[in-house]
């Protein structure tokens, strides 16, 4: 059918044009300073802005979709008055997990890759950057959970008529998209979580809560995220 074909745009494309900017970044920063430090910091910056209009131009795509095989994504966010409690509480327990496996997965990491870890504890609270983490955070939370929880998922399960399939491929996808070696692992732990948890309650308001609060502690409050290491 062609959903079946058309989730691997959705799945895959994000990833490319990524990818694509965060080069397109790194080489910007390079022409114009001509040092390799500065490229790699120019390209983790202006992705920070790129990344989040490519996740929207995707976004108002998948709306399309959504629309075009007689579905909803509100339908699929499925928040509504008798089960935000419920979905608040889940979100805080999303939370809780993420932010203890975030701390387990980052201790070998303090060995391997120290200077990245010490960058990040070391992130200065400026309103900019306030504004860049909540605008990111609830771009993250909202539209990647979209992208590939509300309808990978789906699709990918009644592709392959297997749940652990789908969970599989959507966190993979996710992970990969996410570039750098540090966050691909961590990721998809996180999207094996997420996944699993989509199965049970089959809406995305608790996962959506839980991720924007992960993502806005994580990178207002680094140290949070880095308490054992």
Not at 212 to 229: E, H, M, R, S
Request: charge should be neutral; proline fraction near 3%.
């Amino acid at each position: 059918m062609r959903y079946h074909k058309r989730v691997w745009f959705f799945l895959l494309g994000p990833i490319i044009f990524n990818f694509l900017a965060f080069a397109l970044s790194w080489w910007l920063g390079y022409a114009v300073t001509g040092s390799y430090e500065s490229a790699w910091e120019a390209a983790w910056v202006y992705r920070s802005l790129s990344w989040m209009i490519v996740l929207w131009v995707f976004f108002f795509l998948l709306v399309r979709e959504f629309r075009l095989e007689g579905k909803s994504l509100k339908d699929a966010i499925g928040m509504s008055r008798d089960s935000i409690v419920v979905d608040v509480a889940l979100g805080a327990c999303i939370l809780f997990i993420s932010l203890l496996l975030w701390n387990l997965y980052a201790v070998p990491w303090e060995y391997v890759w120290p200077g990245f870890l010490a960058y990040f504890r070391e992130l200065p609270l400026t309103t900019g950057y306030v504004t860049l983490v909540v605008a990111s955070s609830f771009t993250a939370g909202l539209v990647e959970e979209s992208i590939w929880r509300g309808y990978g998922f789906p699709n990918l399960e009644e592709k392959y008529a297997s749940t652990k399939k789908a969970v599989a491929i959507s966190s993979i996808t996710w992970a990969v998209y996410h570039i750098d070696p540090f966050h691909i692992g961590i990721v998809f732990i996180f999207g094996i979580l997420y996944g699993y948890l989509f199965v049970k309650v089959r809406r995305l308001s608790p996962l959506i809560i839980g991720h924007v609060a992960f993502d806005i502690i994580g990178f207002a409050f680094p140290q949070i995220l880095t308490v054992l290491v």
